[in-house]
T-cell receptor, first 111, second 111 residues
Framework: QQKVQQSPESLIVPEGGMASLNCTSS?????YFWWYRQHSGKSPKMLM?????GEKEEGRFTVHLNKASLHTSLHIRDSQPSDSALYLC???????????FGAGTQLIVIP | GGIITQTPKFLIGQEGQKLTLKCQQN?????MYWYRQDSGKGLRLIYY???????QKGDLSEGYDASREKKSSFSLTVTSAQKNEMAVFLC??????????FGPGTRLTVL
């Protein structure tokens, strides 16, 4: 079973709309989450990270973390067609050196 | 800043062939990773290395070998290429267990 579950698998939002992506870990030792964005044909790039309870905002992007439920979410407001990409959630847990990645959410923003 | 280079960019092999992919980083990071990504899917960890001459198996190590000859380089060998296999192999590096930086990928096609 995947240690990191992401939902939904795919998401279509209109330009200017809000996109909400979810990620939950089953590893109780997780202490850090990252969100990566991967445009088609490119390699993943880190978008945001969070390790404290609460929320963190950077421009149009907001990430939330609930450490008790090991759940993080990424919200993109005023979505743009250039936000269309695969969004990967990664969690740092107990194993030295490695992250666990989820299967990703494919976001499509329709002009 | 730094950069990760992967060679070759494209690799076409024959069924049963042994194929080697190479990765170099100049971040001076201790930890390096090899991931496999099938089209539109998430990342699956093949091998990682937390220091020179160290090797740790990931979730998908069967059918692959790896070698960390020096701190800046990490090689991956497909021991016997499978017919019709198509995937992108991504190399990454990180300092301690922090943010991972990815290379541009090697695209493998097996005829």
């Amino acid at each position: 079973q995947q240690k990191v579950q992401q939902s939904p698998e795919s998401l279509i939002v209109p330009e200017g709309g809000m996109a909400s992506l979810n990620c939950t870990s089953s590893d109780r030792n997780v202490d850090y989450f990252w969100w990566y964005r991967q445009h088609s044909g490119k390699s993943p790039k880190m978008l945001m990270s969070i390790f404290s309870n609460g929320e963190k905002e950077e421009g149009r992007f907001t990430v939330h973390l609930n450490k008790a439920s090991l759940h993080t979410s990424l919200h993109i407001r005023d979505s743009q067609p250039s936000d269309s990409a695969l969004y990967l959630c990664a969690a740092r847990g107990s194993a030295l050196g490695r992250l666990h990645f989820g299967a990703g959410t494919q976001l499509i923003v329709i002009p | 800043g730094g950069i990760i280079t992967q060679t070759p960019k494209f690799l076409i092999g024959q069924e049963g062939q042994k194929l080697t992919l190479k990765c170099q980083q100049n971040f001076n990071h201790d930890t390096m990773y090899w991931y496999r990504q099938d089209s539109g899917k998430g990342l699956r960890l093949i091998y990682y290395s937390i220091t020179e001459n160290d090797l740790q198996k990931g979730d998908l190590s069967e059918g692959y070998d790896a070698s960390r000859e020096k701190k800046s380089s990490f090689s991956l060998t497909v021991t016997s290429a499978q017919k019709n296999e198509m995937a992108v192999f991504l190399c990454a590096s990180s300092r301690d267990r922090g943010e991972q930086y990815f290379g541009p990928g090697t695209r493998l096609t097996v005829l």
